[in-house]
């Protein structure tokens, strides 16, 4: 069993900065690529950033130098750290994980966390 647990979700006027946590335990052989999703209400989930076991990253042009996705891997927890937000940004993230455990390869989500950005 693999659980992923987010944290640091809130409310924060525009302009300010949240950092949301993403925590990975349970039967786990390996992480492979771990990400931020967010689904905004009336809207499609969308990639907000992702990492590799290795450290390499992308995101989402809407969201290119104001977010830092980062990783501990002995710690197994996914950060990402937003600054300068918008109201655009009102959405539920979601953290994803492609772990490996029992041999495969699974891809696993949190239950959400809610960022509302007010104006």
């Known amino acids: 069993q693999v659980q992923l647990v987010e944290s640091g979700g809130g409310l924060v006027q525009a302009g300010g900065s949240l950092r949301l946590s993403c925590a990975v335990s349970?039967?786990?052989?390996?992480?492979?690529?771990m990400g931020w999703y967010r689904q905004a209400p009336g809207k499609q989930r969308e990639l907000v950033a992702r990492?590799?076991?290795?450290?390499?990253?992308n995101y989402a042009d809407s969201v290119k130098g104001r977010f830092t996705i980062s990783r501990d891997n002995a710690k197994n927890t996914v950060y990402l750290q937003m600054n300068s937000l918008k109201p655009e940004d009102t959405a539920v993230y979601s953290c994803?994980?492609?772990?490996?455990?029992?041999?495969?390869?699974?891809?696993?989500w949190g239950q959400g966390t809610q960022v509302t950005v007010s104006s």
């Open positions: 990492i590799t076991s290795g450290g390499k990253t």
């Open positions: 994803n994980g492609q772990v490996t455990t029992g041999w495969r390869e699974y891809d696993y």
């Open positions: 349970g039967d786990i052989f390996s992480i492979n690529v």
